[in-house]
């Protein structure tokens, strides 16, 4: 099946830098991403929605500001966690849409899991 | 707005036993249905989808789930657990396979020896 990679798989920070999550679709290609962020033992709420050569759609609730989404290609996605606090410390997974034969699937990367001190 | 309800956080079972995790739904028009199951630390592993057709759907790892329009329900089973099925369980639901997903509250299972 369809693979998505993400980097780093783990990361620690100190408060006030930032940071970049790479998702990549590794054999197909991905005109939508998604990333979403998990807290600890909880669900994951979407974040926003990556498109390919345009903005990013973000959720309500989400500071487009502080989480910098770039979809330069069609196999890479990124999520700049801009002036990082502890408070952003969280499990962040992307999931890449690959659209094969009639119909579409989604496909999720191991997620990176962020510490900030 | 779509949302996803799953009513049990926690569940234990005996290695052997039966499983059925609960999955009620919300949402507009025909939904798009998912479990994933996530073990600790990890990513999500996709079990089964509905989109159409037959409401009864098998999955890998010998997980099968049932579609039921008329109960917003979309329950996932297992005959027989086994120690590696202690896992997180997620059910989701969107709009298309490839669209965002609105994720249920997710079900921890614990498995008995």
């Known amino acids: 099946g369809a693979v998505v990679s993400q980097h780093p798989s783990r990361v620690i920070c100190k408060s006030g830098t930032s940071v970049k999550i790479e998702c990549r679709s590794l054999?197909?290609?991905?005109?939508?991403m998604f990333w979403y962020r998990q807290f600890p033992k909880q669900s994951l709420m979407l974040m926003a929605t990556s498109n390919e050569g345009s903005k990013a759609t973000y959720e309500q609730g989400v500071e487009k500001d502080k989480f910098l989404i770039n979809h330069a290609s069609l196999t890479l996605s990124t999520l700049t966690v801009t002036s990082a606090h502890p408070e952003d410390s969280s499990f962040y997974i992307c999931?890449?849409?690959?659209?094969?034969?009639?119909?579409?699937?989604?496909?999720f990367g191991p997620g990176t899991r962020l510490l900030v001190l | 707005a779509q949302s996803v309800t799953q009513p049990d956080i926690h569940i234990t079972v005996s290695e052997g036993a039966s499983l059925e995790l609960r999955c009620n739904y919300s949402?507009?028009?025909?939904?798009?249905l998912f479990w994933y199951v996530q073990s600790p630390g990890q990513g999500l592993q996709l079990l089964l989808k509905y989109f159409s057709g037959d409401t009864l759907v098998q999955g890998i790892k010998g997980f099968e789930a049932e579609f039921k329009r008329s109960q917003s329900s979309f329950n996932l089973r297992k005959p027989s657990v086994h120690w590696s099925d202690a896992a997180e369980y997620f059910c989701a639901v969107g709009a298309a396979a490839g669209n965002k997903l609105t994720f249920g509250g997710g079900t921890r299972v614990l498995v008995k020896p």
């Open positions: 999931s890449a849409s690959h659209s094969g034969g009639l119909q579409e699937t989604q496909y």
């Open positions: 949402y507009g028009a025909t939904p798009y």
């Open positions: 054999d197909f290609q991905a005109t939508t």
